[in-house]
C-alpha cells in the first residue's frame, strides 16, 4: 500500500458555488475535515449535497471556488484527477457488475491492475486480501457480485474504492438500502477507517449521523446552514436546522380505532421474474383505520405483493380481496376502481410519467373519468383547475402545474403521487418504501397523510425497511423473509432488536436461522 | 437583459448549425468540383421561380406529412415503426386492387373506397409489428424492417406478374405497373396543368386531426403516456399493450393512405418505386418535425422543397441529385446538435452569464 505512504490529512473547501437553470446548486459553501474526523454532511432533498460531491469528485466544475487537499489547491477536472489526488466515493447505487466476481470488479476499475486484454486477477485478490485484513472487512473475491447481498456488496464497494488507493473517503447515503444490523456494522467499520483516513457522509438519518460522525455541516438551499461537533447537538436540533423549523415525526398515538377487515391477501403465492415463488402463502389482512406495516429487507418478495396488489403480476394461487371484492387476477383497472390506492416503489417511473406536467399526472387515474372528460375529449380546464387545488392543499412546489413532472424533486414527486392518490378517496392504500431517499420535512408530510388516512379509516399497507417508520406509524407489524410472513407483531410489542432478528430470518423461540 | 440574451444565444446556435449544414455541403460539392454558391441558388431558390416548382415541392409535402403523422403516432406512443415504406407499398397494392375490381362505382363511393382501401392494406401490415410487439415482445424494429423487404418483395411480384397492366405485355415493353385506375378514383388536381392534388388537403386535414387526437382526447392521453413512461402507465390502469399494437396499426394506416393518395393523385396507377423512399423520409420528417403535427407541415415542406432543389441541381448544373442526399443528412446532423444545444438549459444560462458579464447587466 505504497500509495497510503502520503496521507490525505485535511480536506478544504472554500465558497464553491455551482449554478444550475434556476437554481443555485451551491451558494459559496465552504467547509473543512480534518485527520481522524468524519464529518455528516446533511441537508433537505435539493440542499446541494449531492452537487457538493460530484464537484469533489470532479464530475462537475464549480463556477467559482476552491478546493484544497493538505493546503495545496487542486482542480478535478474529471474523476480521474480526483482518484489520482486520493479521494474515493461510495455511490448510493453500487457501480458494481453484477455477472463479475470481486476480484474482477476491482482489476476492473484499477489502471494497474487492467492490463490492454486481460486483468491481473492475482494481484487484485492480493490487494483484496490486504484490504480485508487492514480494516476486517470479509471479502470473498471470487464470489460473483451477483449472489452477494446488498450489505456485502457494499463492502465490496468500499474495499473497490480503496482498492483503488483511496486516501479520503465520500459515502453518499451509504445506510439507505442495509438491514439495521448492517448498519450497525458499518457505522462500527467506518468509525475503525476515520483513523486512517477522513471520511464525509452523506445521510438523512440522523440517529447515524450521532453515531458516527464528529462533525457536522449542514447545508439547506445551496448555503452552509450550520457547522460544528455532533456532540454538541440532539437529532432533534439537528432536525431542525435542517428543515428551518422544528420537525417531530408524528407518532401513531392511539390505539383504538380498527373496524373490520378492508383488504386481505389469503395463501397469496406469486412468482418472481426470475420464475421462483416470490409470495410462498402469504396471508395478510389490514383493517378499516388500521396501519399494518410490511416490515423484511428488500427483495424477499415485498415488489412481488405489491405488484400483485396493483393487479401487475397474477398470482399463481391465493386471494385478494378488498372490502370483500375478490382482486386476484383482476387487471390494474379494476382494482383501481375497486378503491386501491398505490403508491408505488419507483416514484420517478412507477408513480408519474416524467415527462407529462405536474396536471396531467395528478389526473392519471382518471383522465377518462367524467370529471375530467366529455365523451372522448379531454376537459383541460378541468384538470388545470384539479391540479392548481391539489397543488395548494398538498403543498406540491413546482413552478408551475404546466411543469413536466419529472423535474420536480423527489418530495415533490411524491406529493403529486400522494395528492392523485388521496384525491381518489381510496378504500384501501398500498404505500411502498414511501419515504425512501426523502428528507426529513418531506418524511413528515407524508407521515401525517398516513396518518389522517388511518383516522378516516382507510385500510393502509406500508411496506418499509425504515424501523422507525414502521413503529412510528404502525398499528401491528408484519415481518417478510424469503416470500412468507415470519410473525405479526402488535407494534407496541415490536421493538428494533426483535424485528431485525426476524428480518435477518430467525423465527421466534428458536436460536438458529430458519 | 437575461431574455435578450437567451434570444441571442438560440439565434447564435441556429446561425452556427445552419453554417455548418451549409459548410458540409459546401465541402462535398467543392469535392466534386461544382460551383458552391451557385448549387445553394439553385437548390432553394429555383423551386420558387414558377408555379410548376411550388406546386412539385407540395406534391411531395403530401406524402411525407402523412407518413410523418403516422410516425408521430406511433413514436409518441412508445413504439418505433421503421416499416412505413412496406405500409405504403401494402397501401398502394390494395387501394389499386379496389380501384381496378370496381371500376363502375360512382366516384363518390369509388375514391373514399379506395382510399379507404389503402390506409387499411397499410393497417394490416402495420398490425402484424404491433401485434408480435404486444402478444410476444418481438421487437418492432426488426420486424418491421423485415416486413418492409416482404413487402418490397410482394409489390414487386404484383407489379411484375398478377397485376401487371397487359397492355405491357402485349407490347413487350414490361414496366412493372398495374393498369391505369378508372377515373372515378382520380383524386382530382387543384390547378389545371399542375400535378398538384387534393391529397394536400387530406393531409392538413389529418394534421389537425391528429394534433386533437393525441393531445385532447383521452385516447391520445392513454397512448402518450403508455409511451411516455409504460411502467406509470401500467400502475395507472393503462393496457400499454394495446396501446402499442393501436399505434401501429394507426401509423401504417396513415402510410397506407400515402400510397393510396399518391397512386390516385399523381401516378393514377401504381408503378414500381412509387413509394420512393417516403416511408423512411417521413421518420426523419417526424423526427425533424418534433414528433407533432404543427412542426411535421414545415418539415415536410423543406424536405420537399430538397427533393425538388435536387431535380433541379441535376438538370441545371448537373450536379448528381444523390448529393442533395449528403446534403440532407449534412442538414439532420445540424439540426439535432443544435436542438441538443437549444434543450441545454446548463449550458445556456452559462452562456447567458459569459455575455452578461462581457457586457454587463442581467442578474437572475
Same mark, same amino acid.
Given at each position: 500500500m505504497?500509495?497510503?505512504?502520503?496521507?490525505?490529512?485535511e480536506?478544504r473547501?472554500? /465558497?464553491?458555488?455551482?449554478?444550475f437553470?434556476?437554481?443555485?446548486?451551491?451558494d459559496?459553501?465552504?467547509?473543512?475535515?480534518?485527520?481522524?474526523?468524519?464529518l455528516?454532511?446533511?441537508?433537505e432533498?435539493?440542499? /446541494?449535497k449531492?452537487?457538493?460531491?460530484?464537484?469533489?469528485?470532479g464530475?462537475?466544475q464549480p463556477?467559482?471556488?476552491?478546493?484544497f487537499?493538505?493546503g495545496?489547491?487542486?482542480?478535478f477536472r474529471t474523476?480521474?484527477?480526483?482518484?489520482a489526488?486520493g479521494i /474515493?466515493m461510495?455511490h448510493?447505487?453500487?457501480m458494481?457488475v453484477?455477472?463479475?466476481?470481486?476480484?474482477?470488479?476491482?482489476?476492473?476499475g484499477?489502471s494497474?491492475?487492467?492490463?490492454?486484454f486481460?486483468l491481473? +486477477?492475482?494481484a487484485a485478490?492480493?490487494?483484496?486480501?490486504e484490504?480485508s485484513e487492514?480494516?476486517?472487512l470479509?471479502?470473498?473475491?471470487?464470489?460473483?457480485v451477483?449472489?452477494?447481498?446488498v450489505?456485502?456488496?457494499?463492502r465490496v464497494e468500499?474495499?473497490?474504492?480503496l482498492c483503488?488507493g483511496?486516501k479520503f473517503?465520500?459515502?453518499d447515503e451509504?445506510?439507505?438500502?442495509l438491514?439495521?444490523?448492517e448498519?450497525d456494522?458499518?457505522i462500527?467499520l467506518?468509525?475503525?477507517?476515520?483513523?486512517?483516513?477522513?471520511?464525509?457522509f452523506?445521510?438523512?438519518?440522523?440517529?447515524?449521523?450521532?453515531?458516527?460522525s464528529?462533525k457536522?455541516?449542514i447545508l439547506?438551499?445551496?448555503?452552509?446552514?450550520f457547522s460544528?461537533?455532533?456532540?454538541?447537538h440532539s437529532?432533534?436540533?439537528?432536525?431542525?436546522?435542517?428543515t428551518?423549523?422544528e420537525v417531530?415525526l408524528?407518532?401513531?398515538e392511539?390505539?383504538?380505532?380498527?373496524?373490520?377487515t378492508?383488504?386481505?391477501?389469503?395463501?397469496?403465492?406469486?412468482?418472481?421474474?426470475?420464475?421462483?415463488l416470490?409470495?410462498d402463502g402469504?396471508d395478510?389482512?389490514?383493517?378499516a383505520?388500521?396501519?399494518?406495516?410490511?416490515?423484511?429487507v428488500?427483495g424477499?418478495?415485498?415488489?412481488?405483493?405489491?405488484d400483485a396488489?396493483?393487479?401487475?403480476?397474477?398470482?399463481?394461487?391465493?386471494s385478494?380481496?378488498?372490502?370483500?371484492?375478490?382482486l386476484?387476477?383482476?387487471?390494474?383497472?379494476?382494482?383501481?376502481?375497486? /378503491?386501491m390506492g398505490?403508491?408505488?416503489e419507483?416514484?420517478?417511473?412507477?408513480?408519474?410519467?416524467?415527462?407529462?406536467?405536474?396536471?396531467e399526472?395528478?389526473?392519471?387515474?382518471?383522465?377518462?373519468?367524467?370529471?375530467?372528460?366529455?365523451?372522448?375529449?379531454l376537459?383541460?380546464k378541468?384538470?388545470d383547475a384539479?391540479?392548481?387545488?391539489?397543488?395548494?392543499r398538498?403543498d406540491?412546489?413546482?413552478p408551475?402545474?404546466?411543469?413536466?413532472?419529472?423535474?420536480l424533486s423527489g418530495?415533490?414527486?411524491?406529493?403529486?403521487?400522494?395528492?392523485?392518490e388521496?384525491a381518489?378517496?381510496?378504500?384501501?392504500?398500498?404505500?411502498v418504501?414511501?419515504?425512501?431517499?426523502l428528507?426529513?420535512g418531506?418524511?413528515?408530510f407524508?407521515?401525517?397523510?398516513?396518518?389522517?388516512l388511518r383516522?378516516e379509516?382507510?385500510?393502509v399497507?406500508?411496506i418499509?425497511?425504515?424501523l422507525?417508520?414502521l413503529m412510528n406509524?404502525?398499528?401491528?407489524?408484519?415481518v417478510i423473509?424469503?416470500?412468507r410472513? +415470519?410473525a405479526?407483531?402488535?407494534?407496541?410489542?415490536a421493538?428494533?432488536?426483535?424485528?431485525g432478528?426476524?428480518?435477518a430470518g430467525?423465527r421466534?423461540g428458536?436460536g438458529a436461522?430458519? | 437583459?437575461?431574455r435578450?440574451?437567451r434570444?441571442?444565444?438560440s439565434a447564435?446556435?441556429?446561425?452556427?448549425?445552419a453554417a455548418a449544414?451549409?459548410g458540409?455541403?459546401?465541402?462535398?460539392?467543392?469535392?466534386?468540383?461544382v460551383?458552391v454558391p451557385e448549387?445553394?441558388?439553385?437548390?432553394l431558390?429555383?423551386?420558387?421561380?414558377d408555379?410548376y416548382?411550388?406546386?412539385?415541392i407540395?406534391v411531395?409535402t403530401v406524402?411525407?406529412?402523412?407518413?410523418?403523422?403516422?410516425i408521430a403516432?406511433?413514436?409518441r406512443?412508445?413504439?418505433?415503426?421503421?416499416?412505413?415504406e412496406?405500409?405504403m407499398?401494402?397501401?398502394i397494392?390494395?387501394?389499386?386492387?379496389?380501384?381496378?375490381?370496381l371500376?363502375d362505382?360512382?366516384?363518390?363511393?369509388?375514391?373514399?373506397l379506395?382510399l379507404?382501401a389503402g390506409?387499411?392494406?397499410?393497417?394490416l401490415?402495420?398490425?402484424?409489428a404491433?401485434?408480435l410487439?404486444a402478444?410476444?415482445?418481438?421487437n418492432?424494429?426488426?420486424?418491421?424492417?423485415m416486413?418492409?423487404y416482404i413487402?418490397?418483395?410482394l409489390?414487386?411480384?404484383?407489379?411484375r406478374?398478377?397485376?401487371i397492366d397487359?397492355?405491357?405485355l402485349?407490347?413487350?415493353?414490361?414496366?412493372p405497373q398495374?393498369?391505369?385506375?378508372?377515373k372515378?378514383a382520380w383524386?382530382?388536381?387543384i390547378?389545371?396543368?399542375?400535378r398538384l392534388?387534393w391529397?394536400?388537403?387530406i393531409?392538413?386535414?389529418l394534421?389537425?386531426?391528429?394534433?386533437f387526437?393525441m393531445?385532447r382526447t383521452t385516447w391520445?392521453?392513454?397512448?402518450?403516456?403508455?409511451?411516455?413512461?409504460?411502467?406509470?402507465a401500467?400502475?395507472?390502469?393503462?393496457?400499454v399493450?394495446s396501446?402499442l399494437?393501436?399505434a401501429?396499426?394507426l401509423?401504417?394506416?396513415?402510410?397506407?393512405?400515402?400510397?393510396?393518395?399518391?397512386?390516385?393523385?399523381?401516378?393514377?396507377?401504381?408503378?414500381?418505386?412509387?413509394s420512393a423512399g417516403?416511408?423512411f423520409?417521413?421518420?426523419v420528417?417526424?423526427?425533424f418535425g418534433?414528433?407533432h403535427?404543427?412542426g411535421?407541415?414545415?418539415?415536410a415542406?423543406?424536405f420537399?422543397?430538397?427533393l425538388?432543389g435536387?431535380?433541379?441541381?441535376?438538370?441545371a448544373l448537373s450536379?448528381p441529385a444523390?448529393?442533395v442526399?449528403?446534403?440532407?443528412?449534412?442538414v439532420?446532423l445540424?439540426?439535432?446538435?443544435a436542438?441538443?444545444w437549444?434543450?441545454d438549459p446548463?449550458a445556456?444560462?452559462k452562456?447567458?452569464?459569459?455575455?452578461?458579464?462581457l457586457?454587463?447587466g442581467?442578474?437572475?
Amino acid at each position: 500500500m505504497a500509495k497510503n505512504a502520503n496521507r490525505i490529512t485535511e480536506l478544504r473547501v472554500e /465558497g464553491i458555488t455551482k449554478r444550475f437553470p434556476g437554481t443555485l446548486a451551491c451558494d459559496s459553501v465552504s467547509l473543512r475535515v480534518g485527520e481522524g474526523e468524519a464529518l455528516a454532511l446533511v441537508g433537505e432533498n435539493g440542499a /446541494g449535497k449531492t452537487t457538493l460531491m460530484n464537484i469533489l469528485m470532479g464530475l462537475y466544475q464549480p463556477d467559482e471556488g476552491k478546493i484544497f487537499i493538505n493546503g495545496n489547491q487542486v482542480r478535478f477536472r474529471t474523476p480521474n484527477d480526483a482518484y489520482a489526488a486520493g479521494i /474515493g466515493m461510495v455511490h448510493q447505487h453500487f457501480m458494481l457488475v453484477p455477472n463479475m466476481t470481486v476480484a474482477e470488479n476491482v482489476a476492473l476499475g484499477s489502471s494497474d491492475l487492467r492490463g490492454r486484454f486481460r486483468l491481473n +486477477l492475482g494481484a487484485a485478490r492480493a490487494r483484496i486480501g490486504e484490504i480485508s485484513e487492514r480494516y476486517g472487512l470479509a471479502v470473498q473475491p471470487d464470489s460473483y457480485v451477483w449472489q452477494l447481498s446488498v450489505g456485502e456488496q457494499q463492502r465490496v464497494e468500499l474495499v473497490k474504492t480503496l482498492c483503488f488507493g483511496a486516501k479520503f473517503l465520500i459515502l453518499d447515503e451509504p445506510t439507505s438500502a442495509l438491514t439495521p444490523q448492517e448498519t450497525d456494522e458499518l457505522i462500527v467499520l467506518l468509525a475503525r477507517m476515520t483513523a486512517d483516513m477522513p471520511i464525509i457522509f452523506i445521510s438523512h438519518k440522523l440517529a447515524e449521523v450521532k453515531a458516527l460522525s464528529n462533525k457536522v455541516t449542514i447545508l439547506r438551499a445551496g448555503r452552509v446552514a450550520f457547522s460544528g461537533d455532533t456532540a454538541d447537538h440532539s437529532p432533534a436540533d439537528l432536525a431542525a436546522l435542517m428543515t428551518g423549523h422544528e420537525v417531530t415525526l408524528p407518532r401513531n398515538e392511539c390505539a383504538e380505532g380498527c373496524g373490520e377487515t378492508l383488504l386481505a391477501a389469503r395463501g397469496l403465492k406469486v412468482r418472481s421474474d426470475r420464475g421462483h415463488l416470490a409470495l410462498d402463502g402469504v396471508d395478510l389482512e389490514v383493517r378499516a383505520g388500521e396501519i399494518l406495516g410490511l416490515a423484511g429487507v428488500s427483495g424477499n418478495g415485498q415488489r412481488e405483493l405489491a405488484d400483485a396488489l396493483a393487479g401487475l403480476r397474477t398470482p399463481e394461487a391465493g386471494s385478494i380481496t378488498l372490502a370483500g371484492t375478490e382482486l386476484a387476477g383482476l387487471p390494474p383497472r379494476k382494482i383501481i376502481e375497486a /378503491g386501491m390506492g398505490y403508491i408505488p416503489e419507483d416514484r420517478q417511473t412507477e408513480g408519474i410519467v416524467p415527462s407529462f406536467t405536474v396536471s396531467e399526472n395528478l389526473a392519471l387515474k382518471d383522465f377518462a373519468a367524467p370529471r375530467f372528460a366529455a365523451g372522448p375529449f379531454l376537459r383541460l380546464k378541468a384538470t388545470d383547475a384539479n391540479a392548481a387545488a391539489l397543488k395548494e392543499r398538498y403543498d406540491i412546489r413546482c413552478p408551475s402545474t404546466a411543469t413536466p413532472a419529472g423535474s420536480l424533486s423527489g418530495g415533490n414527486i411524491q406529493k403529486v403521487i400522494l395528492a392523485r392518490e388521496l384525491a381518489r378517496g381510496p378504500k384501501a392504500l398500498v404505500a411502498v418504501y414511501p419515504t425512501r431517499g426523502l428528507d426529513m420535512g418531506a418524511e413528515e408530510f407524508i407521515h401525517k397523510r398516513l396518518l389522517e388516512l388511518r383516522r378516516e379509516g382507510v385500510a393502509v399497507l406500508l411496506i418499509s425497511e425504515e424501523l422507525d417508520e414502521l413503529m412510528n406509524l404502525s398499528d401491528r407489524i408484519a415481518v417478510i423473509f424469503k416470500g412468507r410472513i +415470519l410473525a405479526t407483531v402488535p407494534a407496541p410489542e415490536a421493538t428494533k432488536a426483535r424485528l431485525g432478528a426476524l428480518m435477518a430470518g430467525l423465527r421466534e423461540g428458536e436460536g438458529a436461522t430458519a | 437583459m437575461n431574455r435578450t440574451y437567451r434570444t441571442l444565444y438560440s439565434a447564435a446556435i441556429i446561425i452556427a448549425a445552419a453554417a455548418a449544414a451549409v459548410g458540409i455541403g459546401a465541402l462535398v460539392l467543392m469535392a466534386i468540383g461544382v460551383s458552391v454558391p451557385e448549387t445553394y441558388r439553385v437548390i432553394l431558390t429555383e423551386p420558387f421561380k414558377d408555379m410548376y416548382g411550388i406546386t412539385e415541392i407540395l406534391v411531395r409535402t403530401v406524402p411525407l406529412i402523412l407518413v410523418g403523422l403516422g410516425i408521430a403516432i406511433s413514436f409518441r406512443s412508445g413504439i418505433l415503426n421503421i416499416g412505413a415504406e412496406g405500409q405504403m407499398q401494402i397501401g398502394i397494392l390494395a387501394a389499386t386492387a379496389v380501384a381496378l375490381a370496381l371500376p363502375d362505382l360512382p366516384k363518390w363511393l369509388l375514391l373514399p373506397l379506395v382510399l379507404i382501401a389503402g390506409a387499411l392494406g397499410g393497417a394490416l401490415w402495420g398490425s402484424i409489428a404491433g401485434l408480435l410487439k404486444a402478444r410476444l415482445g418481438v421487437n418492432e424494429i426488426l420486424s418491421t424492417v423485415m416486413l418492409n423487404y416482404i413487402a418490397a418483395q410482394l409489390h414487386g411480384f404484383l407489379l411484375r406478374g398478377p397485376m401487371i397492366d397487359p397492355a405491357e405485355l402485349q407490347v413487350g415493353s414490361g414496366t412493372p405497373q398495374s393498369m391505369r385506375l378508372p377515373k372515378a378514383a382520380w383524386l382530382d388536381r387543384i390547378l389545371t396543368g399542375y400535378r398538384l392534388h387534393w391529397g394536400l388537403a387530406i393531409a392538413l386535414g389529418l394534421a389537425v386531426i391528429v394534433y386533437f387526437l393525441m393531445w385532447r382526447t383521452t385516447w391520445g392521453f392513454r397512448m402518450r403516456a403508455a409511451g411516455a413512461e409504460a411502467k406509470a402507465a401500467r400502475y395507472a390502469g393503462i393496457r400499454v399493450e394495446s396501446c402499442l399494437a393501436a399505434a401501429m396499426i394507426l401509423a401504417g394506416a396513415f402510410a397506407g393512405l400515402a400510397g393510396a393518395i399518391e397512386v390516385t393523385g399523381v401516378h393514377r396507377r401504381a408503378i414500381e418505386g412509387i413509394s420512393a423512399g417516403y416511408g423512411f423520409s417521413g421518420i426523419v420528417v417526424a423526427l425533424f418535425g418534433g414528433l407533432h403535427p404543427a412542426g411535421i407541415v414545415p418539415s415536410a415542406f423543406f424536405f420537399g422543397l430538397l427533393l425538388i432543389g435536387a431535380d433541379m441541381t441535376q438538370r441545371a448544373l448537373s450536379v448528381p441529385a444523390n448529393m442533395v442526399l449528403v446534403l440532407q443528412g449534412a442538414v439532420i446532423l445540424s439540426i439535432v446538435s443544435a436542438k441538443t444545444w437549444l434543450n441545454d438549459p446548463y449550458a445556456r444560462d452559462k452562456a447567458v452569464r459569459k455575455m452578461a458579464a462581457l457586457f454587463g447587466g442581467g442578474r437572475k
